[in-house]
């Protein structure tokens, strides 16, 4: 079997590795023969995702499913593939939708009863600040298409502020407001549901972000919250016909769950179940693109922990990789991407007994290969 996965980061670089064991062929759609994915050994299909012409040649390239690295392509483009296209596309692009565009989901989702925050979508400065009258000051100012990693969030403390985002911003694919969620804690939950009907979801993930940008996700035994999570993710999973995983990223506010965002496919937050439960998000993400049975999201160890590898200020030689090897219980998992400070350059998941222990592995690993932590 051939998945065919579009962009070859590295989402579809830890997607190839799982489809290994499974006998399972993937190929990515990706300009660069030095992407992620094909310097792991995925065969490349030389071409964009940008170009409705090269995703329906890769569709028709003798792939048996065509699924997603990244949220890149053109609505538009997705559903005249999916009128062409000789097999499947997983998710489909009606669902794939609900995560590339923050308006059309905040609109689905609230129709359908799912808390979400209060928004408006915002064309002018008037309709910000009839927003902010009812709503109240700071409102949180969100692109509608194209953010990712906190870029195209902006939370603005008065119209002046506002004023700037919206003239930076003029001529994009416009503006959301929302109300400013009091945030207790964010989590995340994975689920993945196959198209003939099985949904399962993972222990829902406590995250930590910096920025904008997720940098910790913590695996542990739920309280109610996190198990009333993962029911709305099964729930929203069925609801949206999903193909493939998600990711529902939630508020956490005084007990309630507010919905933040969707991504219908392997995500950050989904990296710790790598090495702490019995099937990880990329091996079941194959799974139920191919409407294979779905494997046990069952966790096996007590706490784990995931710390992301952002580029210090300098790449880390043999003596920065040792010491990470040298950390008990941790795992590292590197993109084989060129170093840039800042930039996502891989993972380490680190096991214990307790979270604080697990954490404390991580981020020694973690901050060996130089990276910025905590
Ligand atoms: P991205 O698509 O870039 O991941 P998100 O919509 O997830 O952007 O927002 C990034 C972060 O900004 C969130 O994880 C949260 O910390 C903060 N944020 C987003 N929306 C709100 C909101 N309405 N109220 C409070 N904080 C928010």
Redesign the pocket.
Known sequence: MVVGVVGGGQLAQMLHQAAIGLGIRVVVLDPDPRCPAALAGARRFDGTWTSRDDLIAFARSGVDVVTFDHELSAPDDLRALEAVAPVPIRPAPATKLLGQD?LHQRRTLSAQGVPV?AYAPVADMAEVEAFAATHGWPV?L?AIRG???????W?VRDAAQAAEVLADTAGGAGLLA????D?AR?ISVMVARRPSGQARAWTAMRTT?VD?ICTEVILAAPSPVEDAAAELAVELAERIELAGVMAV?L?VTDGALVL??LACRPHNSGHVTMDSCVTDQFEQHLRAVLDLPLGDPAPTVPAAVMVNVLGGPAPWGAAGLGAALDVEDATLHLYGKGHRPGRKLGHVNAIGATVDQARERARRAALALGSPVG
């Open positions: 923050k925050p949180v969100k953010g990712y990693d906190g870029r195209g969030v939370i929302e109300e400013l969620v945030i964010e972000q904008g990223e508020f933040n965002e």
